[in-house]
């Protein structure tokens, strides 16, 4: 059991496909997830292999994940570049794709080219607009929040936990990992959602361990101040403790829970966790 949860430990930290450090850094960051890039390699690895180096782990790799800027204004700075320099291609669409992708509206992008071809020049905001239109085109669905929020997560937010709703305040959602040897479920709460004050009993052994992989929630155990839950935390809850968890009041959350083998185990379901208290959490 050890051995196999430290493995699971190790292949989320490696494969997750969200920076934790961004998301640690409220007000900085990327986001919608760590950008990776294989284009160079896939088009001159064989060819010009230090070119492909140098586009894919520099380039985008570690430029484009540095945290100094957020990714919506280094690509709205990247798209302003490629049009002043008259490069209307594909290389253009592909960032007029990707600043669409970390939150630039169809009306935020029809400014920013305006405010370009006065120093740019016409002729160039014209055909940048030309790509913008294809790529913020009226036929297009806007992602909803639950779709924006699955891109930054590795695993699938899953259906409504409605067999548990009863035992929620708000929206949370279930997708089961793993449901023989060791039973793992992915479960998302949306902002403000948190489960109801419970206790996991086992005679031996028992209890819940949580490893959080996206947004930002809390922990908390009877007679204890709530704990903060980022990306890559990991709480492990002892067996016949009355606790909760869920999101944070503006953010989404999904946290992996993993149940501990015991004798004798039940869950022991209480009352919901109130307004009051949820309310002086940040």
Not at 264 to 272: K, P
């Amino acid at each position: 059991m050890k051995k196999f949860l430290i493995l699971i430990l190790t292949i989320l930290f490696i494969s997750s496909n969200v920076s934790y450090a961004g998301l640690r850094e409220k007000t900085k960051g990327n986001t919608m997830g760590k950008i990776t890039q294989t284009a160079g390699r896939d088009a001159l690895g064989n060819f010009a292999p230090d070119f492909a180096h140098f586009n894919d782990d520099i380039l985008f790799g570690e430029n484009w994940n540095n945290n100094d800027i957020d990714t919506k204004t280094r690509s709205i700075i990247t798209v302003v570049a490629l049009i002043s320099q008259g490069m209307t291609d594909t290389s253009l669409k592909y960032h007029l794709q990707n600043a669409k992708n970390h939150g630039v509206t169809k009306e935020e992008i029809a400014a920013i080219i305006t405010n370009t071809s006065f120093y740019a020049g016409w002729p160039k905001a014209w055909a940048a607009f030309n790509l913008a239109k294809e790529v913020w085109s009226d036929n297009t669905t806007a992602l909803t929040e639950k779709e924006k929020y699955q891109q930054t997560i590795m695993f699938p937010i899953g259906e409504k936990n409605d067999a548990f709703a009863k035992y929620f305040i708000g929206q949370s959602y279930l997708y089961p990992i793993s449901t023989s040897q060791v039973k793992m479920y992915n479960v998302t709460f949306e902002p403000k959602c948190r489960n109801n004050w419970h206790i996991h009993h086992a005679k031996t052994g028992g209890g819940q361990i949580l490893i959080a992989i996206g947004g930002r929630g809390y922990y908390q155990e009877q007679g204890k101040e709530a704990v903060e839950m980022l990306p890559g935390d990991v709480i492990n809850i002892p067996a016949n403790v009355k606790h909760w968890h869920g999101a944070a009041p503006n953010s989404w959350f999904s946290h992996i829970a993993v149940e501990v083998d015991g004798t004798e185990t039940s869950n022991e379901w209480l009352e919901a966790v109130s307004d009051e208290e949820y309310g002086e959490l940040k």
